[in-house]
């Protein structure tokens, strides 16, 4: 009984096209995130949602546009992908604005031909 | 700008040995420092800290907070193939609601 799942695990396609990213949470959290890795593992911020509120929005293109149509769900669409979005993108959730420990999908590995 | 640096990068040990990860960081409102391992897929949670001089154990695993130098260490000890992964260190901040992660320490433990 996952607790974080995101889908697609894997995603390819190429530059120019558009692609989103589904992501639910049974938790039972207020709050969700998504975070891209590099291939260095570095995790950034991008966006986070408390109670369907966006509440951060990073230095991310406008190209990223995240939806949260209810609180157990954050969707992460992305127009005209380019080759530098390639990286895995996590969703996470907590319970709380940074007040508990954050719970990760598996992740979704992008890759941009 | 809030930052959090952990080292080493990397590091390679033999089984049996014991390993001590660093976490310093800079964060505006600190709220908690969590300890993360990810081996191939997410990040699982290891600890949270909030408190100076109280030590986290689980298993072989041990973590302690110092907020007045601003550091944590993640301490492992008798240490197994089982424990090669990345570890990450992340800081939550109460003013800006974010997780900020640090680079990560990719150990690996040879047999």
């Known amino acids: 009984d996952t607790a974080v799942s995101q889908t697609p695990k894997y995603l390819v396609t190429q530059m120019g096209n558009d692609k989103s990213i589904k992501c639910e949470q049974n938790?039972?959290?207020?709050?969700m995130y998504w975070y891209k890795q590099d291939s260095k593992k570095f995790l950034k911020i991008m966006f986070s949602?408390?109670?369907?509120?966006?509440?951060i929005n990073e230095t991310v293109p406008n190209r990223f546009s995240p939806k949260s149509p209810d609180k157990a769900h954050l969707n992460l669409h992305i127009n005209s992908l380019e080759l530098g979005d390639s990286a895995v993108y996590f969703c996470?959730?907590?319970?709380?604005?940074?007040?508990?420990?954050?719970?990760f999908g598996n992740g979704t590995r992008l890759t941009v031909t | 700008e809030d930052k959090v640096v952990q080292s080493p990068l990397s590091l390679v040990v033999h089984e049996g040995d014991t390993v001590t990860l660093n976490c310093s960081y800079e964060?505006?409102?600190?709220?908690?420092l969590l300890w993360y391992k990810q081996e191939k897929k997410a990040p699982t949670f290891l600890f949270m800290l909030?408190?100076?001089?109280i030590e986290k154990k689980s298993g072989r695993l041990s973590s302690i907070l110092d907020k007045k130098e601003l550091f944590s260490i993640l301490n492992i000890t008798a240490t197994q193939t089982g424990d090669s992964a990345i570890y990450l260190c992340?800081?939550?901040?109460?003013?800006?609601?974010?997780?900020?992660f640090g680079t990560g320490t990719r150990l690996k433990v040879l047999a």
């Open positions: 996470a959730s907590s319970q709380g604005l940074s007040a508990s420990p954050l719970h």
């Open positions: 938790l039972g959290h207020d709050t």
């Open positions: 949602y408390n109670n369907k509120e966006l509440i």
């Open positions: 964060v505006t409102n600190f709220r908690s």
């Open positions: 909030t408190s100076s001089g």
């Open positions: 992340a800081v939550a901040s109460s003013g800006t609601y974010k997780y900020i």
